[in-house]
């Protein structure tokens, strides 16, 4: 592969982009559209509205990567130099109109499938924009941010058909992307064992609320249960590895466990609201994500 092109792609952060496409479908799934689930149909997750707003999500989280590694690039330059930014590989201009682009064609994606979505993908950008210059530096404003920047890509999916309702599930990827931007204070320094346990402590608040909103709303607990079983086993490994040694080379496999999981938490909402065949859908984003991050970094 050229090597520019791949610098552009590992701007993107390629192996996260499926996690952005797992929240508009578990946010399409609590908005209702999977309700009438068949297994031999398929034909619900290719209508226009759907792939518009997959791609609307895309593009913003693609952009919102590249932009913060613009507003990095000092601080790249002496911990990260082998980036592609600040190893000259793209030019610093040209990274900010690709990072721009990205943006603006996400926003303008969503509003081609209504104005609402259109509405909550401008506000999503504001919030990827104030994390990437200004509240990822801050030790709890970062986390609380980069959540509401979650919680808006969920929005964003149960925005599918015009209207929103179950902003509770919102608080979700708010506190689970707080976990994980904890984890990932240590990940080149290491020593990070309080902001380990109080991710852990979060976590655990993470899957305690899937649960309960399920028992609340749907009658779909039992089939929820699995996947509930499998994002805390994929979550905790990593986490408790990475306590044990605190090493930074264990922090990063922590946060890469907590930010690729995402796609089991979205898979689990989504079973909630539909079918076990809606999750196992949903998951097998999972296998495209690890073998992109073999190829691409995660953070």
């Given at each position: 592969?050229?090597?520019?092109l791949k610098g552009y792609l590992g701007l993107m952060r390629p192996a996260n982009l499926p996690t952005a496409?797992?929240?508009?479908?578990?946010?399409?799934?609590?908005?209702?559209?999977?309700?009438?689930?068949?297994?031999?149909?398929?034909?619900?997750?290719?209508?226009?509205?759907?792939?518009?707003?997959?791609?609307?999500?895309?593009?913003?989280?693609?952009?919102?990567?590249?932009?913060?590694?613009?507003?990095?690039?000092?601080?790249?330059?002496?911990?990260?130099?082998?980036?592609?930014?600040?190893s000259g590989l793209i030019s610093l201009k040209s990274a900010i109109i690709f990072g721009s682009i990205l943006?603006?064609?996400?926003?303008?994606?969503?509003?081609?499938?209504?104005?609402?979505?259109?509405?909550?993908?401008?506000?999503?950008?504001?919030?990827?924009?104030?994390?990437?210059?200004?509240?990822?530096?801050?030790?709890?404003?970062?986390?609380?941010?980069?959540?509401?920047?979650?919680?808006?890509?969920?929005?964003?999916?149960?925005?599918?058909?015009?209207?929103?309702?179950?902003?509770?599930?919102?608080?979700?990827?708010?506190?689970?992307?707080?976990?994980?931007?904890?984890?990932?204070?240590?990940?080149?320094?290491?020593?990070?064992?309080?902001?380990?346990?109080?991710?852990?402590?979060?976590?655990?608040?993470?899957?305690?609320?899937?649960?309960?909103?399920?028992?609340?709303?749907?009658?779909?607990?039992?089939?929820?249960?699995?996947?509930?079983?499998?994002?805390?086993?994929?979550?905790?490994?990593?986490?408790?590895?990475?306590?044990?040694?605190?090493?930074?080379?264990?922090?990063?496999?922590?946060?890469?466990?907590?930010?690729?999981?995402?796609?089991?938490?979205?898979?689990?909402?989504?079973?909630?609201?539909?079918?076990?065949?809606?999750?196992?859908?949903?998951?097998?984003?999972?296998?495209?994500?690890?073998?992109?991050?073999?190829?691409?970094?995660?953070?």
């Open positions: 592969m050229n090597a520019v496409a797992a929240d508009i479908f578990a946010g399409m799934a609590i908005a209702g559209i999977f309700a009438d689930f068949s297994v031999t149909n398929f034909s619900f997750l290719f209508t226009q509205n759907s792939i518009v707003l997959v791609l609307s999500s895309v593009l913003l989280y693609a952009g919102g990567v590249v932009l913060n590694d613009v507003f990095d690039v000092e601080l790249d330059k002496i911990e990260r130099p082998e980036r592609a930014i600040p943006l603006l064609m996400g926003i303008v994606s969503a509003f081609a499938v209504g104005n609402l979505s259109g509405g909550i993908a401008v506000l999503l950008a504001v919030f990827i924009l104030s994390y990437d210059y200004y509240a990822k530096h801050k030790l709890v404003l970062g986390p609380i941010n980069m959540g509401v920047c979650r919680g808006l890509n969920l929005l964003l999916g149960i925005s599918i058909l015009g209207t929103i309702h179950s902003m509770e599930f919102t608080i979700i990827p708010v506190i689970y992307i707080a976990a994980i931007t904890l984890i990932s204070k240590g990940e080149v320094h290491g020593d990070n064992k309080k902001h380990i346990i109080f991710a852990g402590v979060l976590y655990a608040l993470v899957i305690g609320l899937v649960a309960s909103f399920i028992v609340f709303k749907t009658e779909n607990i039992l089939q929820t249960l699995p996947f509930l079983a499998l994002l805390a086993f994929l979550i905790y490994k990593p986490l408790l590895q990475a306590y044990k040694d605190n090493s930074p080379q264990n922090i990063k496999k922590a946060v890469m466990g907590g930010v690729l999981s995402l796609i089991i938490l979205d898979a689990t909402i989504a079973v909630g609201f539909s079918h076990f065949f809606m999750g196992i859908l949903i998951i097998l984003l999972l296998p495209l994500s690890l073998f992109l991050s073999r190829r691409f970094a995660v953070t």
